[in-house]
């Protein structure tokens, strides 16, 4: 990594850092459709990548890997004020472009329709915080219709977000009986309420959302009391949310599993190419210093497995 890609990601997040402390539930109008992309890092000219030959042909032949993502879920991946990707994904995508040798472009989608879209060649991976778990790996969850296979790349649980304060006492997921719990859509965080809700004497009202920033805007409006959504999501709003004013995180995280790259089950030669360049870039330390940049080192992992989702 040559130091003006240190001093790039370093300035990105600094703006973005800027951005979602004015409003850490600002919906940007171009995280709303799905069509238009951006790319991820500065790749190498093809073969002078050390890993641009594991690539399929076509791949190769298209110097670029499209990426279906829900460009929505801050840390994780968002449009910063510049209207470009920004976050954890599309960084660990730069690096993954460097020893790879072709770019990574991000287009925006709806997180449970991603896995459709890239098994109906709309895009040919998906980085999207998307937990790698065996029902999406055989097609059986409702958002992964024909199925994927996944190259692990970090961990993360749910959180529980609550207003600063936290003004209905909630310490944990026994507490949000009888609550308004928003959700997005797909998400292993809406099954998590969905379960809750099951042991319940006193149903939860669920508002399920296609976006986490849709949920976001209803806990800082009153409509729901709760969001239960990815960890680093969670302690990111908490941080940066006017200061830190806004919101907190309650209880400790629940059920960390791994993130996975998707990739068609049909294109072997893409997922072995990906885990071998997830695997090069923790062990020459590109992925360390990006999850750094994010305060994400929680997330770390030592080895690019491929479907350890249970």
Not at 65 to 86: H, L, Q, R, T
Not at 124 to 136: L, N
């Amino acid at each position: 990594m040559t130091a003006m890609t240190r001093s790039r990601r370093r300035s990105r997040h600094l703006a973005a850092a800027g951005v979602y402390a004015a409003s850490a539930v600002l919906l940007l109008a171009a995280c709303g459709d799905d069509n238009g992309g951006s790319g991820a890092g500065d790749a190498p000219a093809g073969s002078d990548a050390p890993l641009f030959d594991t690539l399929p042909e076509d791949i190769q032949q298209a110097g670029k890997i499209k990426v279906g993502s829900d460009i929505a879920y801050a840390p994780i991946e968002f449009m910063n004020e510049n209207n470009e990707v920004d976050g954890i994904d599309p960084d660990i995508a730069g690096a993954l472009g460097e020893q790879l040798g072709v770019e990574f472009e991000f287009i925006n989608g709806t997180f449970d329709g991603l896995i459709l879209g890239m098994n109906s060649g709309r895009y040919d991976i998906i980085m999207s915080a998307m937990t790698d778990t065996k029902e999406r790996q055989d097609g059986i969850a409702e958002d992964a219709e024909g199925g994927a296979d996944f190259v692990n790349y970090f961990r993360a649980g749910s959180a529980i977000l609550v207003a600063k304060g936290n003004p209905e006492g909630v310490q944990g997921l026994g507490d949000l009986c009888g609550l308004t719990v928003a959700a997005q859509r797909g998400t292993a965080n809406e099954a998590l309420v969905q379960a809750q809700n099951e042991s319940c004497d006193e149903p939860v009202e669920m508002l399920v959302n296609d976006t986490d920033d849709e949920s976001i805007t209803q806990l800082q409006s009153g409509r729901a009391a709760v969001v239960v959504t990815d960890f680093p999501v969670a302690l990111y709003n908490a941080l940066t949310a006017r200061d830190g004013e806004l919101f907190e995180v309650v209880g400790e995280q629940i059920d960390a599993a791994p993130y996975g790259i998707g990739v068609p089950k049909d294109n072997p030669e893409l997922r072995d190419a990906l885990q071998q360049a997830v695997q090069a870039i923790i062990d020459n330390g590109d992925y360390a210093e990006v999850l750094k940049e994010w305060d994400a080192e929680t997330g770390a992992i030592e080895s690019a497995t491929v479907n350890a989702g249970q």
